[in-house]
Each structure stands twice: as structure tokens, then as C-alpha cells.
């Protein structure tokens, strides 16, 4: 059974950078066979995603938010981080790391809330 979970603090002051880690586990690690990803849900809107790990090295980032995100796998090959630099209390939200099979997402985290405020 794969798991992934989030992991990383609740409250970030506006301006520094949000960082998570999900680690995964019943699989061999972080394989090339997947897309590894990030999304989130602020309150009261819907989904949006936030960038990919593909082929275990390669990375793909919504264009709104691609100029202040990172995503990087960990060097045990069984995590995967975010960062977003210079957060803004707009990018308070449910944070989920997801694993996509070809064009639809097979498992979830339970997802962490990440709060933005002074």
C-alpha cells in the first residue's frame, strides 16, 4: 500500500519561504514511472496545482506560481519537497502531495494546513 504524508510547519510569516516534505512509503522510493506533485486548496476555493517531479529529476510549475517555486527530491529517494518563497497570506491552504499515474492522481496525502500570517 503506497502512503505519502506531509510533513512541515502550520505557520509561515509573510515574505519567507514555505517549505514541506512528503515522504513516501510502500514503494520503492520516488520512481521515474510517476509524476510526483504538489497541489493545494485555499479556503473556500477549489484545487489548484502546484508543480510536478517527473522522471524522477525533471520539474514542472503552474505558470502563476513557477517564479516562486521549487520542488526537489531528497537525496534518501524516498522524499520529495516544495518551496515557496516570499508567501504572501494569499498562499494560505491545505497543502497535498499527490502521485499522478499517466493523467489522474492514484494516491493521496492527507494534507498539511499552512497558514501565512504575522
Known amino acids: 500500500q503506497v502512503q505519502l504524508q506531509e510533513s512541515g510547519p502550520g505557520l509561515v510569516k509573510p515574505s519567507q519561504t514555505l517549505s514541506l516534505t512528503c515522504t513516501v512509503s510502500?514503494?520503492?522510493?520516488?520512481?521515474?514511472?510517476?509524476?510526483w506533485s504538489w497541489i493545494r486548496q485555499p479556503p473556500g476555493k477549489g484545487m489548484e496545482w502546484i508543480g510536478y517531479?517527473?522522471?524522477?529529476?525533471?520539474?514542472y510549475y503552474s505558470p502563476s506560481l513557477k517564479s516562486r517555486t521549487s520542488i526537489s527530491r531528497d537525496t534518501s529517494n524516498n522524499r520529495f519537497t516544495l518551496q515557496l518563497n516570499s508567501v504572501t497570506p494569499e498562499d494560505t491552504a491545505v497543502y497535498y502531495c499527490?502521485?499522478?499515474?499517466?493523467?489522474?492522481?492514484?494516491?493521496w496525502g492527507q494534507g498539511t494546513q499552512v497558514t501565512v500570517s504575522s
Open positions: 499527490a502521485r499522478f499515474k499517466g493523467d489522474y492522481i492514484d494516491y
Open positions: 510502500g514503494v520503492s522510493g520516488i520512481t521515474a514511472d510517476y509524476y
Open positions: 517531479l517527473a522522471y524522477g529529476t525533471n520539474t
